[in-house]
């Protein structure tokens, strides 16, 4: 069984606000992803870390999303200005096997 | 890119029946092939992975064969249960620790008592 952790479980935002989500990775794996899981089970990914450090990023993420994973700390996401479209489940998964956290479940209202 | 294709949408089956859900993948090079398996309320969990090219996974009866040849990954299970009911999704990645994950569309099994 997976020991992603993430927090918190759900999270509700008006439009415009801050949304931030954390993840504590299996204790050892050096990599981190979050990806979002839209309504259609569409997966996309966002960004990953070794050790800290941005491996990749996709556009979006750049721009309205922030993200860090800082040693000794829960990793986090935040989105900056919340937008209806970012109402998905937002998953955290931490390599070798890559095992995925439950996800927070993020809904803009 | 790289993409993973799922045909059936959704598979509706009875319990015992045979399972088979159709995958097939389009890279460049040659990937490691998952089957990810999702149930309601949780984030997807591994089922199984095959990293080397004509080799088998294996795992708690469902199996799948990486095809070079015909670039399909599918899955298969003799008999299914109703505790399978879920989503499955076949995923590629390349071959390193730090490589993102392409998902498939999904296939939502329904396993009838």
């Known amino acids: 069984n997976s020991k992603v952790i993430q927090t918190p479980r759900y999270l509700v935002k008006g439009q415009g606000q801050k949304a931030k989500m954390r993840c504590i990775p299996e204790?050892?794996?050096?990599?981190v992803f979050w990806y979002q899981q839209n309504k259609n089970n569409e997966f996309k990914f966002l960004i990953n870390?070794?050790?800290?450090?941005?491996?990749?990023q996709i556009d979006m993420t750049e721009k309205r999303f922030s993200a860090e994973c800082p040693s000794n700390s829960p990793c986090s996401l935040e989105i900056q200005s919340s937008e209806a479209g970012d109402s998905a489940l937002y998953l955290c998964?931490?390599?070798?096997?890559?095992?995925f956290g439950k996800g927070t479940r993020l809904t803009v209202v | 890119g790289d993409s993973v294709t799922q045909m059936q949408g959704q598979v509706t089956l009875s319990e015992d029946d045979f399972l088979f859900i159709n995958c097939t993948y389009s890279?460049?090079?040659?990937?490691?092939l998952f089957w990810y398996v999702q149930y309601p309320g949780e984030g997807p969990q591994l089922l199984l992975k095959?990293?080397?090219?004509?080799n088998k996974g294996i795992s708690r009866g469902f199996e799948a064969t990486y095809d070079k040849g015909t670039t399909s990954f599918h899955l298969q299970k003799a008999s299914v249960q109703e505790s399978d009911s879920a989503v499955y999704y076949c995923?590629?990645?390349?071959?390193?620790?730090?490589?993102?994950?392409?998902f498939g569309g999904g296939t939502r099994l329904t396993v009838r008592p």
């Open positions: 870390f070794q050790n800290q450090e941005v491996l990749q």
């Open positions: 890279t460049t090079w040659y990937p490691t």
């Open positions: 998964a931490s390599s070798s096997e890559v095992f």
């Open positions: 204790k050892g794996h050096p990599v």
């Open positions: 095959v990293t080397t090219a004509n």
């Open positions: 995923v590629l990645a390349d071959n390193n620790a730090g490589a993102k994950l392409t």
